[in-house]
C-alpha cells in the first residue's frame, strides 16, 4: 500500500475538491440551474482489500469509464444508479426528445456520458494543471450492469500498486439530486511523487486553500 502524509493526503483531497467545484460550474450551464455540492465522502484505499465499489441496486447500474492517458495513466469509474441516470436525463434533456422514444433511444445516454466527461475531466485537468503531469480522459464508455458486474468490471481493470482513491458528493438543484460513486486509479509511480512534491511546498498548500475559498464563494 502507497502511504501518504496527512499533507500529501488533504493536498489530494483538495484538488479533487476543486475540480468537483469546477464540474458543478459546468453541470450548472449545461442543466440551466445552479447545482450545489453537499460534502465530500474521501478515502485512499488499498485496493487488494477492496471487493465491493458500489452500494448501488438494480439490473441497470450506469457504469461510465475513462480511460486516463498521457505521461500518467489509469481509469476512472462514475456510477449512477438508474433512477439518478434517469433524473438527470428528465433534468437535461429539452421535452420533445423525452417524449420520443426515438429520440431518447439515440441520445438519452449521451447525457450521461457528456456528465461523466464533465466531472471526470474536470478532476484529471486539476491534477494535471497543479501537479504539471501530462494526463488527460479518453472518450468516456458506458456500461449497464447490476451490482455483481460493477464490482467485477472494476476488479479486473484496477492496479492493485497504484494511487487509488475514491469519493461520494451529492450534486443537488431544486429539480434534481444524485451522488455517484467516483473510482481513480492511477498507475505511474511518478504521480505519487508528484504528489509528495506538491505536498511539501508550503505555498502549494495555501494555494489550494485560497482556490478553495474562491471556488466556494
Keep these: 500500500m502507497i502511504n501518504l502524509s496527512n499533507a500529501e493526503l488533504f493536498a489530494a483531497k483538495e484538488i479533487i475538491n476543486i475540480g468537483l467545484l ?6 450548472s450551464f449545461f442543466m440551466k440551474e445552479k447545482l450545489h455540492l453537499n460534502g465530500l465522502d474521501y478515502s485512499f484505499n488499498n485496493t487488494k ?3 465491493d465499489f458500489t ?3 438494480g439490473a441497470n447500474i450506469h457504469l461510465l469509464i475513462t480511460e486516463v492517458v498521457g505521461n500518467v495513466t489509469g481509469i476512472c469509474f462514475l456510477i449512477f444508479s438508474e433512477e439518478e441516470a434517469d433524473q438527470l ?6 421535452p420533445e426528445i423525452l417524449n420520443s422514444p426515438e429520440m431518447m433511444a439515440e441520445m438519452g445516454d449521451g447525457i450521461l456520458l457528456e ?8 478532476i484529471i485537468t486539476q491534477f494535471s494543471n497543479l501537479l504539471q503531469e501530462k494526463m488527460h480522459g479518453d472518450v468516456p464508455q458506458l456500461q449497464k450492469l447490476d451490482a455483481e458486474g460493477v464490482n467485477k468490471f472494476i476488479a479486473d481493470n484496477i492496479s ?45 498548500i495555501e494555494m489550494l486553500r485560497a482556490k478553495i475559498a474562491e471556488t466556494s464563494a
Excluded: G, Y
Design 160 to 204: 492493485p500498486d497504484s494511487f487509488f482513491t475514491n469519493f461520494k458528493t451529492s450534486f443537488s438543484t431544486e429539480k434534481v439530486n444524485f451522488s455517484p460513486d467516483f473510482f481513480m486509479c492511477l498507475v505511474d509511480p511518478s504521480f505519487i511523487d508528484s504528489i509528495r512534491q506538491f505536498a511539501a511546498d508550503n505555498n502549494n
Design 115 to 122: 456528465v461523466d466527461n464533465i466531472i471526470s475531466a474536470s
Design 22 to 27: 469546477k464540474a458543478a460550474d459546468s453541470l
Design 89 to 94: 436525463r428528465k433534468t437535461a434533456l429539452p
Design 49 to 51: 482489500e477492496l471487493s
Design 55 to 57: 452500494t448501488k441496486t
